[in-house]
């Protein structure tokens, strides 16, 4: 499983500081000694590999003028299993060009070598205009950052739907009871059925998650007619008896392909966690949403806390 590598940051900011402070043994110890190290550096022709790499590097980084300024303005790392790899920018200012400064990138990519963190491949780099060398600028991952910056990728979209949530309540019981097979069995037979439950309300399944579901609808009135069709579908089901708990909010979400994302999403979810068992219960926004209407009637209105959210809430069980 890949995960963020405080221990990864913390090597790659010692060798950083070992050109630093010109301390070539440290360099080269932090470097793998194997046949398969790499390093690219910044200047023509600079790809070396092997032992040659690791025991010049020292040489190599001691030609350097010394740093008068150093600023590491972005740094991560990220581990999984016996590799790992990191990344920094920087700002550096020599003592022979003090009014100059460099914007420096480096990449690690580390190997775990007899248990300890090696530099199996460097590679550095100072940015040089696009225009120079193939004559335009180039924005196609420019213009994905700042999509992304906006939390969007190319396949998403902003919309208003109702998210539904529904639970098993006491799953972990009923699968002890039932055997992992047998369970298996009825989840598929019950999420089949929800999800015809859903698409007659013209919704969306959205997707599984362990022993609940997610769904989505373009009208909260639907997601509300869904939500009764599935307790009653439950309740007159010949397979294992067990109880549902649902929740429904209405807002904002980021749509993809395949799923929805936002804080809707979130609130539905909470909602759905805190409903009784064999409850419908309904964010304020969807019961506004709906209106007075004869069909849906409220009651038990209360205000809650839900967690992962500031303050308190209004929530009311659909009848």
């Given at each position: 499983?890949?995960?963020?590598?405080?221990?990864?940051?913390?090597?790659?900011?010692?060798?950083?500081?070992?050109?630093?402070?010109?301390?070539?043994?440290?360099?080269?110890?932090?470097?793998?000694?194997?046949?398969?190290?790499?390093?690219?550096?910044?200047?023509?022709?600079?790809?070396?590999?092997?032992?040659?790499?690791?025991?010049?590097?020292?040489?190599?980084?001691?030609?350097?003028?010394?740093?008068?300024?150093?600023?590491?303005?972005?740094?991560?790392?990220?581990?999984?299993?016996?590799?790992?790899?990191?990344?920094?920018?920087?700002?550096?200012?020599?003592?022979?060009?003090?009014?100059?400064?460099?914007?420096?990138?480096?990449?690690?990519?580390?190997?775990?070598?007899?248990?300890?963190?090696?530099?199996?491949?460097?590679?550095?780099?100072?940015?040089?205009?696009?225009?120079?060398?193939?004559?335009?600028?180039?924005?196609?991952?420019?213009?994905?950052?700042?999509?992304?910056r906006q939390?969007?990728?190319?396949?998403?979209?902003?919309?208003?739907?109702?998210?539904?949530?529904?639970?098993?309540?006491?799953?972990?019981?009923?699968?002890?009871?039932?055997?992992?097979?047998?369970?298996s069995s009825?989840?598929?037979?019950?999420?089949?059925?929800?999800?015809?439950?859903?698409?007659?309300?013209?919704?969306?399944?959205?997707?599984?998650?362990?022993?609940?579901?997610?769904?989505?609808?373009?009208?909260?009135?639907?997601?509300?007619?869904?939500?009764?069709?599935?307790?009653?579908?439950?309740?007159?089901?010949?397979?294992?008896?067990?109880?549902?708990?649902?929740?429904?909010?209405?807002?904002?979400?980021?749509?993809?392909?395949?799923?929805?994302?936002?804080?809707?999403?979130?609130?539905?979810?909470?909602?759905?966690?805190?409903?009784?068992?064999?409850?419908?219960?309904?964010?304020?926004?969807?019961?506004?949403?709906?209106?007075?209407?004869?069909?849906?009637?409220?009651?038990?209105?209360?205000?809650?806390?839900?967690?992962?959210?500031?303050?308190e809430h209004?929530?009311?069980?659909?009848?």
């Amino acid at each position: 499983m890949t995960r963020p590598s405080s221990e990864l940051l913390a090597v790659s900011r010692r060798w950083i500081e070992a050109i630093q402070n010109r301390r070539k043994n440290q360099i080269s110890n932090l470097m793998s000694d194997r046949s398969h190290l790499r390093f690219v550096g910044t200047g023509d022709g600079e790809l070396w590999a092997g032992e040659v790499v690791r025991d010049g590097i020292g040489d190599f980084f001691g030609a350097i003028p010394p740093f008068i300024r150093h600023e590491e303005t972005f740094a991560e790392a990220f581990e999984n299993g016996e590799v790992g790899w990191s990344c920094f920018t920087h700002e550096l200012v020599f003592a022979n060009q003090p009014d100059r400064t460099f914007h420096m990138r480096t990449t690690f990519i580390f190997a775990l070598e007899d248990g300890v963190w090696k530099i199996v491949h460097r590679h550095g780099s100072l940015p040089t205009p696009n225009t120079e060398f193939v004559g335009t600028e180039q924005n196609a991952i420019a213009d994905l950052v700042v999509a992304a910056r906006q939390n969007f990728s190319l396949d998403q979209r902003e919309g208003f739907a109702s998210i539904m949530f529904t639970d098993i309540v006491n799953s972990s019981r009923l699968a002890s009871i039932m055997g992992d097979r047998l369970w298996s069995s009825e989840m598929a037979r019950h999420f089949a059925a929800l999800r015809k439950s859903i698409e007659d309300c013209d919704g969306q399944f959205v997707k599984s998650l362990g022993d609940g579901t997610m769904s989505s609808f373009a009208e909260p009135a639907a997601a509300l007619r869904a939500a009764r069709a599935i307790l009653r579908a439950t309740r007159q089901s010949d397979g294992p008896s067990y109880v549902l708990r649902i929740g429904i909010h209405t807002g904002s979400v980021v749509q993809t392909k395949d799923d929805f994302f936002g804080s809707v999403v979130n609130k539905a979810a909470r909602i759905a966690a805190i409903a009784a068992p064999g409850e419908i219960q309904v964010s304020d926004a969807t019961r506004e949403m709906v209106g007075e209407t004869p069909d849906y009637g409220f009651d038990r209105t209360a205000s809650v806390q839900l967690d992962g959210f500031e303050g308190e809430h209004v929530i009311h069980r659909l009848e």
